[in-house]
T-cell receptor, first 116, second 112 residues
Framework: ETGVTQTPRHLVMGMTNKKSLKCEQHLGHNAMYWYKQSAKKPLELMFVYSLEERVENNSVPSRFSPECPNSSHLFLHLHTLQPEDSALYLC???????????????FGAGSRLTVL | DQQVKQNSPSLSVQEGRISILNCDYTNSMFDYFLWYKKYPAEGPTFLISISSIKDKNEDGRFTVFLNKSAKHLSLHIVPSQPGDSAVYFCAASGKGAQKLVFGQGTRLTINP
């Protein structure tokens, strides 16, 4: 596989469930990101991992918990979500960790989450 | 408070003509601007970028123009092709910041 792969592509969960989104990049990139895209809103940055260290947590509620076990894998653990958390969650990676190159992102296709 | 705005949710252009997508920003600290393109059921893909030290960057059929005094950038596609039909996102970042700020997107439809 090449590029950035996200699983599952679709997830429906209840408010009391615990689930995880998985992202894998096969590009040898050094930074990984979680973005959220809600209906009719811009993409919002949630978390940034640079060389496996979290460098940004963009005021995201604690019911979202990221994990980056190595430079190729990124998880988003979900617990006691709310219906308003229903959105498309996009994973991305970049070769560079700083400077203009850090803005050239390769995105996965996203995980469509519905919270009932 | 949106720092990057794409005021046209949609745009329809005839094949072969020029498509012009617009983007406005409010943060004068932004110094790097990008356009991403997104097809349905796929993630956004990087299209073209421009640094604030330039006012134009061209890559094949795609040209991005930056007007710093107006805090405005635009993407020109010429000639437009059916495969250009997609959602286009404008994005911006500031010095030293990893945070990329996106606009809401403009859905471009190229009609045969």
């Amino acid at each position: 596989e090449t590029g950035v792969t996200q699983t599952p592509r679709h997830l429906v969960m209840g408010m009391t469930n615990k689930k995880s989104l998985k992202c894998e990049q096969h590009l040898g990139h050094n930074a990984m990101y979680w973005y959220k895209q809600s209906a009719k809103k811009p993409l919002e940055l949630m978390f940034v991992y640079s060389l496996e260290e979290r460098v940004e947590n963009n005021s995201v509620p604690s019911r979202f918990s990221p994990e980056c076990p190595n430079s190729s894998h990124l998880f988003l653990h979900l617990h006691t979500l709310q219906p308003e958390d229903s959105a498309l969650y996009l994973c991305a990676s970049s070769q560079e960790t700083q400077g203009p190159g850090a803005n050239v992102l390769t995105f996965g296709a996203g995980s469509r989450l519905t919270v009932l | 408070d949106q720092q990057v705005k794409q005021n046209s949710p949609s745009l329809s252009v005839q094949e072969g003509r020029i498509s012009i997508l617009n983007c406005d920003y409010t943060n004068s600290m932004f110094d790097y601007f990008l356009w991403y393109k997104k097809y349905p059921a796929e993630g956004p893909t990087f299209l073209i970028s421009i640094s604030s030290i330039k006012d134009k960057n061209e890559d094949g059929r795609f040209t991005v123009f930056l007007n710093k005094s107006a805090k405005h950038l635009s993407l020109h596609i010429v000639p437009s092709q059916p495969g250009d039909s997609a959602v286009y996102f404008c994005a911006a970042s500031g010095k030293g910041a990893q945070k990329l700020v996106f606009g809401q997107g403009t859905r471009l439809t190229i009609n045969p």
